[in-house]
């Protein structure tokens, strides 16, 4: 697939395996690529897309969350600053055996690169907000709370936001390491400034009416998480995603309210 140009200098690729999208903006002083997928195998094809792109080096690599099909890649960027929140710098850190384990899991027919790859964390890191300068613009992060992950940030870029995997297209929003009592109000403070167009971690581009109607999805999730009981009994008659979506929220709803 091509790059799908979506604001001046900013574009979107979009992978078949595990239909990913990749961010990535070019600035004067270099460029900035947004995810580096699953294994370095993926993330040398990002960089040779890029050739055909632009004769710019990758000076920049944000990570949105520190889910292995986001972050395996990075070593293959090690000349540049990796960005990323301070919570996808600890459990990267703390962690790395976990992280190759769950890829492992949904790859086993890469097991062997897997077993050689060097999990690189993020070298710049932070806690709510920062920007980032490229030369001649301006990229600004965001941390706003617990969503899909603890780690979860979004990147905003003019018009566009990369909102990482707190929103998806095409399959439902991943539970396992949610938080899906908070997930909702998370969300819709990133968006508070409501963007043009916003590119979700997997699927494809969304306005904001496919936005809003994933949020009401979430806040149906979390209304239903915080009312089952501690026994872990769940409403699923009109549920927005299938029963075992919503088996997995519930479970993490109840440890986020320490039940
Ligand atoms: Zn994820």
Redesign the pocket.
Known sequence: MPFDEIGDGVYRRRYEALDQNIGIVLGSAGVLVIDTRSVPSHGEEIAGDLAGLTPLPVRWVINT?W?W??VLGNSVFSEAEIWGHRRCLEVMQSDPEGIKAAARSWLPDLTTELEQTVVVPPSTIFDTNVAMDLGDRVVRLLYRGKG??DADITVRVGDVVFAG?LLEEGAPP?FGDGYPLQWPDTITAHLANPPRLTVP?HGDIMDGDAVNGQIEELRDVARRCAAATSAGELDLVGAPYPDEVMLSAMDRSLLERGL
Request: proline share 0%; hydrophobic share 10%; glycine share 12%.
């Open positions: 969350h889910h099909d986001h899909h992950t995997d991943v971690g």
